[in-house]
Antibody
């Protein structure tokens, strides 16, 4: 059973870069069967998909965030990471990492990490 | 980009049937998955591929489709079912994911 855990600063200043890491336990992140994702939820709002990451490092980002999103995978630490640049108050949200179950013609998320709140404020 | 539309809220009494819809033009070609999210918790998938139920999810949760509208049905609603429900699908390229705005289910 996979377990995921997000980590990173809970407070980021406007215009700076948000950096989060997801640590995976229960299996190797470099298994070719795994895709990973980041999803966020602004306070009182719905879920927003940010990016899907393959263990090889290739990634697909939400077009509305693509210019600010960078991702990486560290197979030695069994972790994958998200960096979101030039943040504003609108980026304040709970950020979740999750496994993306892909079946060719469809994909869904699960399991998820517990989520980490990131607040953008000076 | 494309959108998935859900009603903001649905209210039912215990024992009744709750129906939550998710609609969008892309749904003619894409499956929908449903997540339950309780306050302070991460989402949990309750239905995937329109109508498939993961192991451990009660049988009262079911899904169906009519054209570009997919419906999550909770039969015999219990107080513990009070939560936010989110639908999710992929776009035509199958590389981008999108969520609906979420529906708050209130058990009266």
């Amino acid at each position: 059973q996979l377990q995921l855990q997000e980590s990173g600063p809970g407070l980021v200043k406007p215009s700076e870069t948000l950096s989060l890491t997801c640590s995976v336990s229960g299996d190797s992140i470099s298994s070719s069967s795994y895709y990973w994702g980041w999803v966020r939820q602004s306070p009182g709002k719905g879920l927003e998909w940010i990016v899907t990451i393959y263990y090889s490092g290739s990634a697909y980002s939400n077009p509305s965030l693509k210019s600010r999103v960078t991702t990486s995978v560290d197979t030695s630490k069994n972790q994958f990471s998200l960096r979101l640049s030039s943040v504003t108050a609108a980026d304040t949200a709970v950020y979740y990492c999750a496994e993306l179950q892909r079946f060719g013609e469809f994909s869904y998320f699960g399991p998820w990490g517990h989520g980490t709140l990131v607040t953008v404020s000076s | 980009s494309y959108e998935l539309t859900q009603p903001p809220s649905v209210s039912v009494s215990p024992g009744e049937t709750a129906r939550i819809t998710c609609s969008g033009d892309v749904l003619t070609k894409q499956y929908v998955h449903w997540y339950q999210q309780k306050p302070g918790q991460a989402p949990v998938v309750v239905i995937y591929k329109d109508s498939e139920r993961p192991s451990g999810i009660p049988e009262r949760f079911s899904g169906s489709r009519s054209g570009t509208t997919v419906t999550l049905t909770i039969s015999g609603v219990q107080a513990e079912d009070e939560a936010d429900y989110h639908c999710q699908s992929g776009d035509s390229t199958s590389t981008n994911e999108v969520f609906g705005g979420g529906t708050k289910l209130t058990v009266l």
